[in-house]
């Protein structure tokens, strides 16, 4: 198992920016396929973004499509989120997933994850 941290959560105004990061407990380049889900009140758990272990493909879901972005800095195990144009309906609990593979959009495939962070955007 890998341990993860998120942090960079915040409160923004709407069509603002933030960036979240997740800190590895250890290696992840050729080793987890990384996610990115969050959390609104009173809804399920949704992926955003997931980076292939690789660190060459990336995947969005529409809703954040050409808005956020997913990194990842293999020296230090870290993965970023980078979030621009944020509208109220991001606001969410953001968490940070390692998997080993499978649909990268199911939660169920992920065998760690960080804590959360949260994420307000006020409009």
């Known amino acids: 198992q890998v341990q993860l941290v998120e942090s960079g959560g915040g409160l923004v105004q709407a069509g603002g920016s933030l960036r979240l990061s997740c800190a590895a407990s250890?290696?992840?380049?050729?080793?987890?396929?990384m996610g990115w889900f969050r959390q609104a009140p009173g809804k399920e758990r949704e992926g955003v973004a997931a980076l292939m272990s690789s660190g060459d493909r990336t995947y969005y879901a529409d809703s954040v499509k050409g808005r956020f972005t997913i990194s990842g800095d293999y020296a230090t195990n870290t993965v970023y989120l980078q979030m621009n144009s944020l509208t109220a309906e991001d606001t969410a609990v953001y968490y940070c997933?390692?998997?080993?593979?499978?649909?990268?959009?199911?939660?169920?495939?992920?065998?760690?994850w960080g804590q959360g962070t949260q994420v307000t955007v006020s409009s």
């Open positions: 250890g290696r992840i380049f050729s080793t987890w396929h």
């Open positions: 997933a390692a998997s080993k593979g499978g649909n990268l959009f199911d939660r169920r495939v992920y065998r760690s």
